[in-house]
């Protein structure tokens, strides 16, 4: 099963300044495990020392809000997956 990964240019840094990153998993969670596997460093930028997702983290599955589900939210062969820093204001 590959699902590809869009990583936001302020992350790319962290993934040899790969934009897309194909990988296997059943669900969110496990694709970003097996993202991480492949690039250690993006760990801290998605995830506090507990491995709690960041709050200003966003993940989309096919341009859908993760959310609540997120890191439980299944993923199928040909989804993409977007990592997005969250904006907040007023």
Known sequence: MSIK??????LQP?????EVIEVKGSTVGECLSQ?????????????????KLLSYVGLYVNGEDAYPEDLA???KDGD?????HIIGGG
């Open 80 to 84: 993409e997956i977007y990592i997005l």
């Open 35 to 51: 993202l991480i596997k492949q690039y250690p460093e993006i760990e801290k930028r998605l995830f506090d020392k507990n491995g």
């Open 14 to 18: 962290f993934t040899n300044n790969q």
């Open 73 to 75: 939210k299944p993923v």
């Open 5 to 10: 990964i869009h990583v936001l240019s302020s």
